[in-house]
T-cell receptor, first 110, second 112 residues
Framework: DAKTTQPTSMDCAEGRAANLPCNHSTISGNEYVYWYRQIHSQGPQYIIH???NNETNEMASLIITEDRKSSTLILPHATLRDTAVYYC???????????FGTGTRLTIIP | EAGVVQSPRYKIIEKKQPVAFWCNPISGHNTLYWYRQNLGQGPELLIRYENEEAVDDSQLPKDRFSAERLKGVDSTLKIQPAELGDSAVYLC??????????FGPGTRLTVT
């Protein structure tokens, strides 16, 4: 079973920052937080991952709390193409397995 | 660079018939995964290959599902016979040495 908790759905206005929360209160010290998204009729797409420090790449930023019990994925300027289901996943590096939950359905509103 | 290729994209069969799905991973990726995704749910791992060896098939229903990855490159997932409950999207993914997984577009199976 997935060990993360995410809101079922969220809306965000186009052009605004989309902030997607994830709770992973039972995360262990050697587990990373991974984010994937799945656009309708496509396979999941890797976004970003982190262990302790905040991370940023060309797609998004990942903010992890100091106690590592929660994190927030930030899409800085959401576009309509960011409408998708976003999955937050705990992963033990070296363990290839990804356990998906039901994710957050993000809808970008024009 | 070509992504993960899957075929067919859609398949409709009657129950009790066999069906097969094909996957070609990204070149150089030694790890290959098959997932099943039911409507409204996240993907669930069925089997993972490291090169040609199945290293995690604990979630594969072995009475009717089989998979192979000959020569450690492309892979085939088979269901025989199919049941109504097998209707789902079957996703293939690949990765290289513990890095992020890249997914194909999936095969949507409908069993009638």
């Amino acid at each position: 079973d997935a060990k993360t908790t995410q809101p079922t759905s969220m809306d965000c206005a186009e052009g605004r920052a989309a902030n997607l929360p994830c709770n992973h209160s039972t995360i262990s010290g050697n587990e990373y937080v991974y984010w994937y998204r799945q656009i309708h009729s496509q396979g999941p797409q890797y976004i970003i991952h982190g262990l302790k420090n905040n991370e940023t790449n060309e797609m998004a930023s990942l903010i992890i709390t100091e106690d590592r019990k929660s994190s927030t994925l930030i899409l800085p300027h959401a576009t309509l193409r960011d409408t998708a289901v976003y999955y937050c996943i705990e992963r033990n590096f070296g363990n290839e397995k990804l356990t998906f939950g039901t994710g957050t359905r993000l809808t970008i509103i024009p | 660079e070509a992504g993960v290729v899957q075929s067919p994209r859609y398949k409709i069969i009657e129950k009790k018939q066999p069906v097969a799905f094909w996957c070609n991973p990204i070149s150089g990726h030694n790890t290959l995964y098959w997932y099943r995704q039911n409507l409204g749910q996240g993907p669930e791992l069925l089997i993972r290959y490291e090169n040609e060896e199945a290293v995690d098939d604990s979630q594969l229903p072995k009475d009717r599902f089989s998979a192979e990855r000959l020569k450690g490159v492309d892979s085939t997932l088979k269901i025989q016979p199919a049941e109504l409950g097998d209707s789902a999207v079957y996703l293939c993914a690949s990765s290289s040495q513990g890095h992020e997984q890249y997914f194909g577009p999936g095969t949507r199976l409908t069993v009638t």
